[in-house]
């Protein structure tokens, strides 16, 4: 038996789908494709999937229990806008999406590797916008969140530097918060302690 058999038709691994995948395949109807990378317990797509109805979510999770809780979140809330791949985010993005597949990205909160001799494990680099560059459709937007400010501040630079973004804040390199963006777990665990968030918006412009 798949371990992702019991979670059907919410979630799957890798080896169930092609590569490239198209993922308007996994869902009811065809809609914006949305991606939730990390996507952690779900409350975020949760809230976003009742909000959009009109845009399917694609969740990125690796931990298995994490995506269990997902897919009990999806189910409650009979949101059949919500799907979940269960796999590794370096291996996703670059084999089983299409070209300019993807309207909207969001990364909340992701580990940020704080000490100088970890910085090298961060999922944001220069090689990964380019990724997120290739999947999003033009016009599509890339959301980022942090609540670390050398993070944040490395994530502008990465993406300010690609040709391909534009800063959709204007003059702000990053607010700390933005209204139309649930806030997560992380979010109010941060604010509880003190330490301010910080949400960038890139538009794929070419």
């Not at 009109?54 to 799907?83: G, M, P, S």
């Not at 963006?181 to 109010?188: A, D, G, I, Q, R």
């Amino acid at each position: 038996m798949n371990i992702h058999d019991e979670l059907k038709p919410f979630a799957f691994g890798m080896s169930e789908i092609s590569k490239p995948q198209n993922f308007q395949e996994l869902f009811i109807k065809s809609q914006p494709l949305v991606l939730d990378i990390g996507a952690g317990k779900g409350e975020f797509v949760e809230q976003m999937a009742e909000l959009h109805p009109d845009w399917n979510f694609l969740c990125i999770e690796l931990r298995l229990h994490r995506v269990r809780t997902i897919v009990k979140r999806a189910k409650r809330a009979n949101l059949q806008n919500i799907r979940v791949m269960h796999g590794r985010i370096e291996h996703l993005i670059p084999h089983c999406f299409f070209r300019d597949s993807v309207a909207h990205a969001y990364m909340n909160f992701p580990d940020p590797w704080q000490k100088s001799r970890q910085s090298k494990n961060r999922t944001m680099n220069p090689l990964f916008c380019k990724r997120i560059s290739e999947l999003l459709k033009l016009g599509g937007i890339f959301h980022f969140a942090t609540d670390v400010i050398d993070y944040a501040d490395y994530a502008f630079d990465c993406l300010d530097k690609h040709p391909d973004f534009e800063n959709y804040l204007g003059g702000y390199r990053f607010m700390p918060e933005i209204p139309e963006h649930y806030k997560t777990l992380f979010y109010k665990h941060a604010q509880a302690s003190g330490f301010d968030s910080s949400f960038l918006k890139f538009k794929k412009v070419y």
